[in-house]
C-alpha cells in the first residue's frame, strides 16, 4: 500500500510537465525529431532544385536557407527549457518562414504553407502557451506577407517543376509537424487516461481496504456511499440508500440524528453509539460537513477505547480515594499525636523552669533537648496536619482584618534566635504606614516563618536574608530574598509540591519538603501566587502576591507647610537582625 500511495503522489507528474511542454520524451523528443526532418526535406529540395531544369534565381536559395535556420537553431538548443529561448525560436520560425513565403511570390505563391511553419513548431512542444504564442506569430507573417504582395513589392513566383518542388517541400514539412503533433496528443490523451484510470484503481484500493468505515451521507441522513471495512455491529448491506440512524440501537438514534444536525450546523461532528446488531460494542462516528448538503464520515469499532476510558476513570476515581483516605488518616494521626506532644513539651517546660526544685546541670541540659525537639516536632505535625487539611479540602481560611505588618514582624522575631545561630544577618524592609489586609492572620505568619526558614536553611554563615512587605493595587506582596546557595534549574521544577525538598542532604534532613507546598497552598486559598526565582551560586527570590489589601481608611498625615519639620533624632547603630522601615514612597 506504501508503494501504491507512493505511485499515486508522483504518477501526474509526467502528464502535467507534458502540459507544460518540458517533458522530455513526449515534448522535446518529438521536437527534435521534427526539425531533424525538416532540415533532411529542406536539404533534399535544394538538391532537387538544383537538378531542375531552367534558371533557379536567388530569392528561391534565399528561400532554402531561411527554411533551414531555425532548424539549424532548434538542433543546436536541443532541449534546453529556457522559456525565453523558446520564445526566440518560434520568433525565428515565424521571421524566416515569412520572409520564404515573400521572397517565392508572397501569401500566393510556391512557399506561402511556410507561413504556419510557427505553429507547427508550437504543436511539437504539446504546449498551449507556446501554441497560441505560435499562431500569434503565423498570423503576422501571414499579414506582412499579404502586404508585401499587394504593394508589388514580392518578387514572382517561381513556375514549373521549380514551383512544384518548393510547393511540395512547404506543404511537406508544415503538414508532417502538425500530423505529429496530432498523433502525439493522441498517444498522450490515451497514456494520461490510463494514468488516471490506474490512479482511480490506486484510489479504490486505498478506500476499500480502509480498516474503518467511510461514509458520504446526505443532509437528510441517508447514506449514499459506504466504503471500507465495517465495525462488528453494523452490516454495509444495510446501509447504502437507508438511514444512518438505522445502525444504532432504538435508544442511540435520537443522539445520532442529534449529531448530523451538529455536524450540518457547526461543520463537524462526532459519537459514540451502540450498533444494531451488536449493542455490547461501541462504535464511534466522526462527520464532516463538504458541502452544504453532504457530509463525509468514518466509523470506527471504539470498544477497546471505551475500555481503557472506563478503567482509566476507575483508576483515578481509585486514586483519588485513596489520597483522600491518606490525607484523612494523616489529619487524624496528626491531630492524636499533638496531644501527647503538648504534654511532653508541658513538663518539659516545667524540668527547665525548675519549678519543683533544682536539677544537676546534665539533667537540665536533657530537658533543653527535650523541649527543643519537640518544638520542632510539633511543627513537623502541624504541617503535615495543615497539608493533609487542605489536600481534603476541609481546611478553612479564618479571616479577619489587620496590620499585615504585626504578623511579619511576628515571624521575623521567632526566627531572630535562628538567624543569629546561623550568623546570617536578617533585615526587613516595611512600609511606615499600615498594611491593612483581609487575610488569615495565622495563615499569612505561616507564610512568612516558611519562607524565611527556607531561605535561613539555604544560607551559608556570613550571608543575608530580606524579608520585604509591601503593597499596591489591592495586592499584598510578601518577597523574600537570600544570598545563599541557589537551585538548580531541576529542583526548581518540583518545589512547590508536597514532600518535594532541594538541596543536598543535609539541608533535606532539616524538615519534610511542606514548607514551600504550604505556602504555595495558602496563596491560592487567599486568590493569589507564588514565584520563585533562583540561580546556582547567585541566591533565591521567593514572591508571594495575594489581592487581600484594603483601602486605606484615612489618608497619611503630612506635615504643615508653615511650620518647618523638626531635625530627626541621630538613629542609633542596629544590630545585624533588625526590621528597618523603609522611607515612604
Known amino acids: 500500500m506504501a508503494n501504491d500511495g507512493a505511485s499515486l503522489q508522483t504518477g501526474s507528474r509526467p502528464a502535467q510537465a507534458q502540459l507544460s511542454g518540458t517533458s522530455s520524451t513526449g515534448g522535446f523528443g518529438a521536437a527534435h525529431l521534427w526539425r531533424l526532418g525538416w532540415l533532411t526535406t529542406v536539404i533534399f529540395a535544394t538538391g532537387a532544385a538544383a537538378f531542375t531544369p531552367g534558371v533557379v534565381g536567388l530569392p528561391v536559395w534565399l528561400a532554402l536557407a531561411a527554411g533551414a535556420?531555425?532548424?539549424?537553431?532548434?538542433?543546436?538548443?536541443?532541449?534546453?527549457?529556457?522559456?525565453?529561448?523558446?520564445?526566440?525560436?518560434?520568433?525565428?520560425?515565424?521571421t524566416c518562414g515569412a520572409g520564404a513565403a515573400v521572397v517565392t511570390g508572397g501569401v500566393s505563391g510556391a512557399m506561402s504553407a511556410w507561413i504556419l511553419a510557427p505553429v507547427a513548431a508550437a504543436s511539437i512542444l504539446s504546449s498551449p502557451r507556446r501554441l497560441a504564442e505560435g499562431a500569434s506569430l503565423a498570423l503576422i507573417g501571414g499579414a506582412v506577407?499579404?502586404?508585401?504582395?499587394?504593394?508589388g513589392l514580392a518578387p514572382a513566383a517561381p513556375t514549373g517543376p521549380l514551383a512544384f518542388v518548393?510547393?511540395?517541400?512547404?506543404?511537406?514539412?508544415?503538414?508532417?509537424?502538425?500530423?505529429?503533433?496530432?498523433i502525439l496528443t493522441h498517444r498522450r490523451a490515451g497514456e494520461q487516461g490510463n494514468r488516471q484510470a490506474g490512479e482511480l484503481n490506486i484510489l479504490q484500493t486505498l478506500v476499500d481496504?480502509?480498516?474503518?468505515l467511510l461514509l458520504v451521507v446526505a443532509s437528510d441522513g441517508r447514506v449514499r456511499t459506504v466504503r471500507g471495512a465495517a465495525p462488528r455491529g453494523v452490516a454495509t448491506a444495510n446501509l447504502a440508500g437507508e438511514d444512518l440512524a438505522c445502525a444504532a440501537m432504538a435508544g442511540d438514534r435520537q443522539k445520532l440524528s442529534a449529531a448530523l444536525a451538529t455536524a450540518l450546523d457547526a461543520g463537524e461532528a462526532s459519537i459514540a453509539f451502540a450498533p444494531l446488531l451488536d449493542p455490547t460494542r461501541t462504535v464511534r462516528l466522526d462527520l464532516r460537513q463538504v458541502s452544504p448538503d453532504l457530509l463525509v464520515g468514518v466509523m470506527r469499532d471504539a470498544t477497546l477505547d471505551k475500555a481503557r476510558e472506563t478503567a482509566l476513570r476507575q483508576a483515578r476515581a481509585e486514586a483519588e480515594g485513596l489520597a483522600a483516605g491518606r490525607a484523612r488518616f494523616l489529619a487524624n494521626m496528626s491531630h492524636e499525636l499533638r496531644t501527647?506532644?503538648?504534654?511532653?513539651?508541658?513538663?518539659?517546660?516545667?524540668?527547665?523552669?525548675?519549678?519543683?526544685?533544682?536539677?544537676?546541670?546534665?539533667?537540665?541540659?536533657?530537658?533543653?533537648?527535650?523541649?527543643?525537639?519537640?518544638?520542632?516536632?510539633?511543627?513537623?505535625?502541624n504541617d503535615v496536619l495543615d497539608m493533609s487539611k487542605i489536600e481534603a479540602e476541609r481546611f478553612e481560611l479564618q479571616r479577619g482584618e489587620f496590620d499585615a505588618r504585626e504578623a511579619v514582624t511576628a515571624a521575623m522575631r521567632l526566627l531572630r534566635v535562628q538567624a543569629d545561630a546561623a550568623g546570617v544577618q536578617l533585615r526587613g524592609v516595611l512600609p511606615p504606614d499600615e498594611l491593612e489586609v483581609d487575610a488569615d492572620r495565622r495563615a499569612l505568619k505561616q507564610i512568612v516563618l516558611n519562607l524565611l526558614s527556607n531561605a535561613l536553611k539555604f544560607t551559608?554563615?556570613?550571608?543575608?536574608?530580606t524579608m520585604t512587605a509591601d503593597g499596591r493595587d489591592g495586592q499584598l506582596e510578601l518577597v523574600v530574598t537570600d544570598t545563599g546557595v541557589g537551585i538548580s534549574p531541576e529542583d526548581l521544577e518540583r518545589l512547590g509540591r508536597p514532600y518535594e525538598q532541594a538541596g543536598g542532604v543535609d539541608q533535606r534532613a532539616k524538615g519534610t519538603g511542606l514548607g514551600l507546598?504550604?505556602?504555595?497552598?495558602?496563596?491560592?486559598?487567599?486568590?493569589?501566587?507564588?514565584?520563585?526565582?533562583?540561580?546556582?551560586?547567585a541566591g533565591t527570590s521567593v514572591s508571594v502576591r495575594m489581592p487581600v489589601l484594603l483601602a486605606p481608611s484615612r489618608p497619611a498625615m503630612e506635615p504643615p507647610l508653615l511650620e518647618p519639620a523638626p531635625e530627626p533624632p541621630e538613629e542609633p547603630e542596629l544590630g545585624p537582625n533588625v526590621v528597618k522601615f523603609a522611607p515612604p514612597r
Do not use: C, K
Open 69 to 94: 535556420l531555425p532548424a539549424l537553431a532548434g538542433l543546436a538548443v536541443g532541449e534546453r527549457r529556457d522559456e525565453r529561448l523558446q520564445s526566440l525560436i518560434l520568433v525565428l520560425w515565424a
Open 145 to 151: 506577407a499579404a502586404l508585401t504582395q499587394l504593394s
Open 166 to 182: 518548393l510547393g511540395f517541400l512547404s506543404v511537406a514539412t508544415v503538414g508532417v509537424g502538425l500530423a505529429s503533433s496530432l
Open 209 to 212: 481496504g480502509a480498516p474503518q
Open 340 to 381: 501527647p506532644l503538648n504534654a511532653i513539651m508541658g513538663f518539659s517546660d516545667i524540668m527547665r523552669a525548675r519549678m519543683f526544685g533544682p536539677l544537676t546541670d546534665r539533667y537540665g541540659e536533657y530537658a533543653e533537648l527535650i523541649h527543643e525537639s519537640g518544638g520542632h516536632l510539633l511543627d513537623l505535625i
Open 460 to 465: 551559608p554563615r556570613g550571608g543575608q536574608v
Open 517 to 537: 507546598s504550604l505556602v504555595r497552598a495558602f496563596a491560592r486559598l487567599h486568590g493569589g501566587e507564588m514565584n520563585i526565582e533562583s540561580r546556582l551560586g
